[in-house]
């Protein structure tokens, strides 16, 4: 077949197929290279602390659930509800254990370095107890805990992937607490 076979194939495939309409209520989420404009981390340079050995496999039928201590009951619900906008979100489909390891690791210190409070991870769904997706998810619960300005996170709701995701909320940085106070003052004037 020529490239112009090729073609013509194709736009008589797609003739009856109408493109998805962008609704103005629709949420797109921005990588974090999209955000800023510091320069991206060196992988090879990270001394990565996550540990990748001796898993104890998540059931499918539990969800995702964490909340660190101190934080109240009230944002892990409106966490699970999927009530805060997500700032960035990560895809961790198919990609072999390692992978996702070195990817978090990296996502997480952007996110921290960019103030971003609330994230979206995907991580899959499997059907087995034993299927990579599951070892990726199980391995994500641990790993989250291993961060210290992760403060919840829990299974998305369906519409942002359900139990093949979760949400991340992050600490707010001493940063933004600055911002916070000082623009909270400004009002009290």
């Known amino acids: ?15 009856d197929v109408t493109p998805l309409s962008t609704r103005a209520d629709t949420q797109w989420l921005k990588s974090p290279s999209v ?18 050995g001796n898993l104890t496999l998540v059931p499918l039928a539990t969800p995702l659930e964490y909340k660190a201590e101190g934080i109240q009951q009230g944002v892990l619900d409106k966490l699970r509800l999927g009530k805060y906008k997500q700032d960035a979100s990560l895809n961790l489909l198919r990609q072999p254990v390692e992978a996702c390891r070195r990817t978090l690791y990296t996502f997480m ?23 990579h997706a ?11 805990q ?14 942002h992937g359900g139990s093949g995701a ?19 003052a400004k009002r009290s004037r």
């Open 166 to 184: 979760c949400y991340v909320a992050l600490r707010k940085s001493e940063q933004a607490r600055l911002d916070n106070r000082e623009r909270h």
């Open 1 to 15: 077949m020529t490239n112009s076979e090729d073609k013509d194939l194709f736009q008589a495939a797609m003739e």
């Open 146 to 159: 291993q961060f210290e300005h992760v403060q919840a996170f829990c299974s998305a709701q369906p519409q």
């Open 35 to 52: 955000r800023t404009r510091q320069a991206p981390y060196d992988e090879t340079q990270l001394d990565n602390p996550l540990l990748s």
């Open 134 to 144: 599951n070892v990726v998810r199980s391995y994500l619960d641990r790993w989250l």
């Open 109 to 131: 210190l952007q996110a921290e370095q960019n103030n971003f409070r609330n994230l979206l991870i995907i991580h899959g769904k499997g059907r087995e107890d034993r299927s």
